[in-house]
């Protein structure tokens, strides 16, 4: 239910102290349970439940770079794809076709 961090990494502390990047992803399965119930029991979903992200992406260590922090992520079902934003438009690979 709470994000992991660097030191949450199993095994010996060197592990993370060896790596170059090291990188976490956390889901916010509270915002899931309560999509899910809202659509078993076919109630609207209030707006603060939905402009919560669906995952987080935290940079905890980069050897060659400055910046360390978190990146809010939102999940679109259509195109199994993380969006930047709430609103924010997936992308088109390859130009695939759909029949």
Do not use: C
Request: charged residues 25%; aromatic residues 8%.
């Amino acid at each position: 239910e709470k994000p992991t961090g660097k030191m949450d990494v199993r095994g010996s502390g060197s592990i993370t102290d060896l790596a170059d990047t090291v990188l976490t992803i956390w889901r916010n399965k509270a915002k899931e349970g309560k999509l899910n119930a809202a659509e078993l029991s076919q109630v609207p979903v209030t707006t603060d439940v939905l402009e919560q992200p669906d995952a987080v992406l935290y940079v905890h260590k980069q050897r060659n770079g400055e910046w360390e922090g978190g990146a809010s992520l939102w999940w679109d079902r259509a195109t199994t794809q993380f969006l930047a934003s709430e609103s924010g438009q997936p992308h088109r690979y390859a130009g695939l076709r759909v029949a």
